[in-house]
């Protein structure tokens, strides 16, 4: 580390001066005593300062004799619009082999690992397709809010933060046809062919949150709207989650699933394959009560403690012939004790060494926006509320009801309790609700109006059923002291017996049913909520 400090040296100048950019050069020769030279420059700042920077990069501080090229961070735009406008600024000065977009998650090592999985195991390729995979979910949650980075993340907001560029490139890559070959290019271009092959997301397949404060014993949490750079009023969302589809003849009609959320109860990054049922199962009378539904399931957990792991079925010892799911589990930390590198160092050495291939492309760029802008700009010209969950829960309930939508079960839900009231596999299984519709009622008329109108157990308003399914969420089944304190206004018994009677025998588990609400009229809904 010490001989790699006295080659470094640092020179300050103002971002926009060509002059002090004019200085940098003189220095940087100085260093390179006539030696051939190469100059990489990475922008690691506001996005509003990029183009001066690389004007004067460019004009003033060019390496003379060898390659010059410049790492640009996200976010690149806040919309098609912006995104071309800054690319085309860009190269006004720069050709496009000598940007490097960077996305940090494509140096991530997990997702590095996704193409060697897919394309060098037999294994897993044959069944990467709509004929044995079901859905497919991307996940990326963190423990804290927006924490000093409110006045940047309310101009851009949870959707362009994380889905419109981590999660779709990791779902680029996911869902991509085998390239040519691993050229950065032949990649590239299956990258592109994948996003072009996809719907532009519709208002009706999101749901969209935002945070707010709530205390827990002697701790506050605050909200969003807390934070001192963000408006009051401000709806940008910093919960998103989304359904997504990909039009071609692989993956027709798997809903590709995405959510990413800021103060949720816990930080991860993974990708869930939910796979297809076993047909005629042989062992369905085996598999207790609802172990029959449980699919297989492939988890590449991203962050944090690094893993592959594939849910299975399998027979628990003994004389009898009881079934059980297990983990197939390769765990890094095990396996490969020693550091796994930060997915900078990674990208910043693929830059120097000229490989592009974890790098965005700007037709990438482009094909990825076309997917968000519409939706991106209906949520601001309509005013879309965001639903509020509380900082440190799993979200807003309206996600579960999305999901719901398509047959689909989030396949981050933990239930460590609930194996005293109801088979823990039941929860991986599908729910009952394929037809069910309620997101697109949840952005109409809010959600208290819907639970009001679907519940039909007495004593118990729409304030104290989100309540309810706010705590189940926050303190999982079965920890009914905190459920109960969070609701506030019924007792635990009232909470267990009310949530028994209306939830565990529902078809939306753990939802309460929503079916006889379905296909009901805005006005309807409003009469029944009254
Ligand atoms: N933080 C994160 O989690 C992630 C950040 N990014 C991107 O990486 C880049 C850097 O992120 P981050 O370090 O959080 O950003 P910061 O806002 O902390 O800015 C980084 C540097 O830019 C300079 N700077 C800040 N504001 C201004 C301004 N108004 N005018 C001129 N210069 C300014 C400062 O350098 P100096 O003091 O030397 O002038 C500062 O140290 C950004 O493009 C960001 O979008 C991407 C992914 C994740
Ligand atoms: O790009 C971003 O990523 C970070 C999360 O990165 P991670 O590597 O720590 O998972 C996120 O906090 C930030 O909002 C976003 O801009």
Request: glycine share 6%; charged share 25%; proline share 5%.
């Amino acid at each position: 580390m010490d001989e790699f400090l006295k080659r470094c040296f640092y020179h300050s100048g103002q971002y926009n001066s060509e002059e002090h950019f004019a200085e940098l050069d003189i220095k940087l020769k100085e260093k390179e005593a006539g030696r051939k030279s190469n100059r990489l420059f990475y922008l690691s700042i506001p996005p509003n300062i990029f183009v001066d920077v690389v004007k004067c990069a460019s004009l003033r501080a060019s390496s003379a004799s060898g390659w010059t090229r410049v790492i640009v961070e996200k976010p690149f735009g806040r919309d098609s619009e912006s995104s071309g406008e800054l690319t085309r600024s860009l190269k006004q000065y720069l050709r496009e082999d000598q940007i490097f977009r960077i996305d940090h998650y494509l140096g991530k090592e997990l997702v590095e690992n996704l193409s060697v999985l897919r394309f060098s195991n037999l294994v897993f390729e044959p069944l990467w397709s709509r004929n044995y995979i079901r859905s497919v979910q991307f996940i990326f949650s963190e423990d804290f809010g927006t924490e000093g980075r409110g006045g940047y993340f309310d101009h851009y907001g949870i959707i362009r933060d994380i889905m419109q560029n981590h999660l779709l490139q990791i779902l680029a890559l996911f869902a991509m046809e085998t390239p040519v070959s691993l050229d950065a290019e032949d990649i590239r271009n299956e990258k592109v062919k994948v996003l072009r092959s996809m719907k532009p997301l519709q208002l009706e397949d999101v749901n969209i949150g935002q945070y707010k404060g709530h205390s827990k014993g002697s701790r506050s949490y605050p909200a969003y709207t807390d934070d001192p750079t963000v408006p009051k009023d401000s709806l940008t969302p910093t919960f998103a989650a989304a359904v997504l589809f990909i039009n071609n003849a692989r993956w027709d009609g798997v809903p590709f699933l995405m959510k990413a959320g800021k103060a949720l109860h816990t930080k991860r990054a993974e990708i869930r394959v939910q796979f297809r049922h076993v047909p005629g199962n042989l062992y369905r009378r085996n598999f207790g009560t609802d172990l029959d539904k449980a699919t297989n399931e492939l988890v590449l957990r991203v962050q944090p403690d690094e893993a592959i792991y594939l849910k299975i079925n399998n027979k628990v010892p003994g004389l009898g012939m009881r079934l059980d799911r297990s983990d197939l589990n390769l765990l890094y930390r095990s396996r490969y004790p020693r550091e796994i590198p930060d997915a900078y160092e990674r990208l910043l050495l693929d830059a120097i060494e000229g490989e592009r291939r974890l790098f965005i492309r700007s037709d990438e760029l482009d094909a990825a926006w076309s997917l968000f802008t519409p939706l991106l700009k209906e949520l601001e010209e309509k005013k879309i509320v965001p639903e509020l969950y509380p900082y440190g829960s799993r979200g807003p309930v309206g996600a579960h009801y999305l999901a719901a939508k398509y047959n689909v079960r989030w396949g981050d839900l933990r239930t460590p309790e609930v194996s005293n009231c109801r088979n823990s596999s039941s929860l991986m299984s599908t729910s009952g609700c394929s037809s069910f519709d309620a997101s697109a009622a949840i952005c109409t008329l809010g959600m208290p109006v819907l639970l009001k109108a679907a519940f039909r157990i007495a004593n118990w308003n729409a304030d104290e059923e989100i309540l309810l399914l706010e705590a189940i969420e926050m303190y999982g089944f079965g920890n009914w002291n905190e459920v109960a304190e969070h609701v506030g206004t019924k007792s635990k018994s009232q909470c267990i017996d009310h949530f028994n009677a209306a939830c565990m025998n529902s078809p939306c588990f753990p939802l309460p049913d929503m079916s006889h609400v379905m296909g009901k009229s805005r006005e309807e809904l409003l009469a029944m909520a009254k």
